[in-house]
């Protein structure tokens, strides 16, 4: 599924990189329980206000049968969870793990550097194209994302793009988290991930994940509780 434009990638991190100091270490996220619960969050995407003019397919060849939808606060859509591994290389992230790996994200952290997909839980969103432009609901880089999966609730940032046609991406970091395999040569959920993206929203510097967390369990409260997200 991370069938992107490799210069575009490239060309939108060369872009991003600022002049801020050298980016912390970040170490792999874990799991922990959120304040708000899935169950929680799932009640209020229940139903779908369609904001894409049409819909994504899962993966090639699959049916068009995604729809974005959209409340006052967020963006969400339903959908499965293939494993972005692309970024910096590591261990478990790298062109002998992983067939279609691309030393490149989308996006890059406060040193310039790509994103590292096994130690940072970010999503992947479609490219933008006349089906839908994520850019249209203030969302971008560091944008703060619940992705629900079970009874588990991991807060992300969006981090990359993928193929305007599908959706439905996380990196290994976020996979894991969830308890979701996260091998990028066949691991992944066929189903049952709900990915809900807060609009104007925005973690600096990008990888601090402990700040994603944070902003997470707040403007999701308040999105749970049916409350502006600018709500005291």
Known sequence: ?????????????????????????????????????????????RDCDPVSRGRYRSDNGAPADIPVCGTRDAVFWKADMDIDCDGRPGPRCNRRTDPYFAASTAYAQSDGRPLSAERLPFIVVPAPSGLWDYRDHGIGGGSVVAVVYRDRVQYAVVGDTGPQAIIGEAS???????????????GGAPSGVTYIVFKNTKVSPIEDHAAAVTEGERVARRFADGLPADAE
């Open 172 to 186: 290994y970091a976020t996979a894991k988290a969830l308890g979701i395999r996260a091998d990028p040569h066949g």
């Open 1 to 45: 599924m991370r069938v992107q434009s490799l210069t575009l990638a490239a060309a939108s991190a060369a872009l991003l990189a600022p002049t801020t100091p050298p980016a912390a270490q970040t170490h792999p996220a874990v799991w922990r329980e959120s304040t708000v619960s899935a169950a929680e969050l799932l009640a209020k995407v």
